[in-house]
């Protein structure tokens, strides 16, 4: 399977501690997105790399919310200290440089998602 | 900054009645449309997307959606919905900025009675 990949698919934690989440994209895509999605809404997005670098992220990622892509293929989303508002579904897409050219630039593939409980 | 506007929480159609899924967009550059789809505890699958060129755009599973500029608005339909079409389907915009983020609607809910 070449799609988007996501690990933990479930992960429920108790408050104040410390959960981590592992996107792999496709690997030919150099963009990589976080989007988190609560009950009833649609995903808002959190933060955007391309390659390496994260290049924006959304006012909705506080302190406590930390994304790395170190060597610009898998990446991962940590948030410290949980708190319970902090449960939704965590996506992760990935997608191909708008400057590709092709019909597929802007096109985001998703995973899975995480969903996180935090009691 | 765009929005994307879904009327319709929730609606309810006979397997075999036709569909149609609203979607309303504020964006001030020509758009990047497109629906996704989410069946219960999955991610999202693209169900078609809207780039340019011809307005009326067809996607897998048997939809389609026509984009309206006049009417900002790019709906969904399908002729003939089937009991495995439901699920939650959801209309996006693409910042064509930097990022090309995708801002999504609330979704509509899809019930499909046999």
């Known amino acids: 399977d070449t799609g988007v990949s996501q690990d933990p698919r479930h992960k429920i934690t108790k408050r104040g501690q410390n959960v981590t989440f592992r996107c792999d994209p496709i690997?030919?895509?150099?963009?990589l997105y976080w989007y988190r999605q609560t009950l009833g809404q649609g995903p808002e997005f959190l933060t955007y790399?391309?390659?390496?670098?994260?290049?924006?992220k959304s006012r909705l990622l506080s302190d406590r919310f930390s994304a790395e892509r170190p060597k610009g293929s898998f990446s991962t989303l940590e948030i410290q200290r949980t708190e319970q508002g902090d449960s939704a579904m965590y996506l992760c897409?990935?997608?191909?440089?708008?400057?590709?050219?092709?019909?597929?630039?802007?096109?985001?593939?998703f995973g899975p998602g995480t969903r996180l409980t935090v009691l | 900054a765009q929005s994307v506007t879904q009327p319709d929480i929730h609606i309810t159609v006979s397997e075999g009645a036709s569909l149609e899924l609203r979607c309303n967009y504020s964006?001030?550059?020509?758009?990047?449309l497109f629906w996704y789809v989410q069946s219960p505890g999955q991610g999202l699958q693209l169900l078609l997307k809207?780039?340019?060129?011809?307005?009326l755009v067809q996607g897998i599973k048997g939809f389609e959606a026509e984009f309206k500029r006049s009417q900002s608005s790019f709906n969904l339909r399908k002729p003939s919905v089937h009991w495995s079409d439901a699920a939650e389907y959801f209309c996006?915009?693409?910042?064509?900025?930097?990022?090309?983020?995708?801002?999504f609607g609330t979704g509509t809910r899809l019930q499909v009675t046999l």
């Open positions: 790399f391309q390659n390496e670098a994260q290049l924006e």
């Open positions: 690997s030919e895509h150099n963009r």
């Open positions: 897409a990935s997608g191909q440089p708008e400057y590709s050219g092709t019909s597929g630039s802007n096109e985001q593939f």
């Open positions: 996006a915009v693409v910042n064509t900025g930097t990022a090309s983020k995708l801002t």
């Open positions: 964006y001030g550059a020509t758009p990047y």
């Open positions: 809207y780039f340019s060129g011809d307005t």
